[in-house]
């Protein structure tokens, strides 16, 4: 892991962006472009950034207030600030530390991680490195059997919420991988990473880590009866075996007593079926442009979604976040909290556990800063007051509650 625990000059890492830039420059283009990329012709991952532009800030002027309060509460938890970070596979071939260095990170900033099950790292380890809550996210990868040992070990390890994926019937098309060579770099072919190899030897540093590391890791968390972990290559060909489905959710809920997290979710239709199913709460999610092209921004569709909810659970969104008045517009209109993806993982790439923090660093800020100028006290009075946002958000909301959108 040393050799990629590197200095991280923050006077000259102002933004998300920043940490982007100086991400693609320390590993090969296959795993950047595996954290940066998206499906097909990218359009909804570029639309996820681009829909924050059309929501516009109403402040209050000429106002003050002696303090201003970031936290939150989700799922019983008191979050210092309301971004939790999100479920990121492969985190370990972006830095050794991976999964471990992200979840100690969100622990010393005061808010929750979630452990993919595409992980590196045990998550009885993950866990212990964290301060704070932690949550397990679940792919169905060797079936309900290995399922099943995993929240086994996940309960026993003390996670507290449970996330269930459900917009993976099968991966998306994210062309920049076979482009760049991801499959060649998972696989054991000396020979099939010969194209792809000037790029990998162009970041000795990585490369040394990477194989001080063990090379490619196997996925701890997802282990097979009778075979142990399964190896990183096959996730892929797993996931059109491991769809979620609704009845998959009742099955679940008898082995998990803990809440449930529905993510995956775009419409009201979806939402009000995560209620009837006992969800405890749900993310707005397109996977961050990785699944179906030419769906909706997560914003978009948040006031659908949470006039469909009415209060019932808790709504959380993730997709396309770089600011922290990214955050604050999301919570305006109606997220509890959101969910950073690629705004830590960027991080992670560019300097392990130092990155993630300089990340959230950031977006506190930049929350705090946001809510001064608006002229509001504190998260939990954020609403669709402050805002303006398109008459078509409103219409598909289908109903009037959205008065000041």
Not at 142 to 161: P, T, V
Not at 204 to 222: C, M, Q
């Amino acid at each position: 892991m040393a050799a990629t625990n590197r200095t991280l000059n923050s006077s000259r890492i102002v933004n998300i962006e920043d940490l982007r830039r100086l991400a693609k420059s320390r590993v090969p283009r296959s795993v950047f472009d595996y954290l940066d990329g998206g499906a097909e012709a990218e359009l909804t991952l570029t639309e996820n950034c681009r829909a924050f532009r059309d929501v516009t800030f109403r402040p209050r002027s000429a106002v003050s207030f002696p303090n201003y309060d970031l936290k939150t509460h989700v799922l019983g938890h008191e979050l210092s600030l309301p971004a939790i970070l999100a479920p990121v596979g492969y985190s370990r071939l972006m830095h050794p530390g991976g999964e471990v260095a992200a979840a100690a990170a969100a622990g010393e900033a005061g808010t929750a991680y979630i452990l993919s099950t595409i992980s590196g790292h045990k998550l009885e380890d993950v866990k212990g490195a964290s301060r704070g809550p932690v949550w397990y996210q679940l792919y169905l990868l060797g079936g309900r059997e290995a399922a099943e040992g995993a929240l086994d070990r996940a309960r026993r390890a003390g996670y507290s919420a449970l996330v269930i994926t459900v917009d993976t019937a099968v991966a998306g098309m994210r062309e920049r991988d076979p482009r760049n060579g991801m499959k060649q770099l998972l696989g054991p072919s000396l020979l099939a990473k010969i194209p792809y190899l000037l790029n990998i030897l162009a970041h000795p540093r990585w490369l040394a880590a990477f194989l001080l590391d063990g090379g490619v890791p196997k996925l701890e968390n997802v282990v097979i009866p009778g075979k142990g972990p399964m190896e990183l290559i096959d996730v892929a060909a797993a996931l059109a075996h491991a769809v979620v489905t609704w009845e998959d959710l009742r099955w679940i809920r008898e082995v998990w007593t803990g809440p449930i997290v529905v993510k995956g979710i775009l419409t009201g239709d979806d939402a009000k079926r995560a209620v009837n199913e006992g969800a405890a709460a749900l993310v707005i999610s397109n996977h961050g442009g990785r699944q179906l092209d030419s769906v909706s921004s997560t914003l978009s569709a948040l006031p659908e979604v949470v006039a469909a909810v009415n209060g019932r659970i808790e709504v959380l969104m993730d997709g396309g976040i770089r600011r922290g008045s990214d955050i604050v517009k999301a919570i305006c209109l109606g997220a509890r909290a959101v969910l950073i993806g690629r705004a830590y993982g960027y991080g992670l790439t560019a300097a392990g556990q130092a990155g993630v923090s300089r990340a959230l660093e950031i977006l506190r800020a930049d929350v705090d800063r946001t809510l001064r100028l608006l002229g509001c006290p504190s998260i939990r009075d954020l609403d669709t007051s402050y805002v303006v946002a398109p008459s078509t958000w409103k219409l598909r909301a289908g109903k009037g509650d959205l008065e000041h959108v």
